[in-house]
Structure formats: C-alpha cells, structure tokens
C-alpha cells in the first residue's frame, strides 16, 4: 500500500508545540506532526500562524511525509525543519 492523504484536518497540539495531521495506509491511520519551528519563519509562531503555514505548505509536507513514512515504520512521526532541507 502506499501513504495517501484523503482527509484534509489538521490540528494544531499545545502540548507538542505542532500541528497535527493524518495518512492513511490501507485501513490504517497513521499520525503525524510538523513541530512548529518548522512551519515558522522565525520566532515562535501562534497556532493560528501554524495552521495558515501547514494549508500554505500541504503538498510539500505530505511529499515530505511520504519520503518519511517511506524510510522507517513507526507508531507516530514528528517532522522537522532538518526534514524539509
């Protein structure tokens, strides 16, 4: 099966300081989240700055969290600014 992103939600979480947003492989969801830092230009970006930047960025973060996916299975995966250099 390959990753697809047929639903287009996003949240953004206090608490690991990122947004948050789903694949699918097959019957199973997998979670991921962008760390804010790296939807930011500088400085600490609000959630609301965040979620703007995650719609601005989509395409490129779902190629970004293929390439991710790809690469190793996990239970969850957190992508970083290294990630999209």
Known sequence: MTLAFPNSSRS???V???VRFSGHDGMFQVPFFVEA???AKSGKP???ECLRAFDAMRASIHTV???VYSSARRTAYL???ADFR
């Open 16 to 18: 690991r300081n990122a």
């Open 37 to 39: 830092g790296a939807l």
């Open 79 to 81: 992508l970083t600014a």
């Open 46 to 48: 609000t959630e609301a």
């Open 65 to 67: 969290a293929q390439k």
């Open 12 to 14: 953004f979480d206090e």
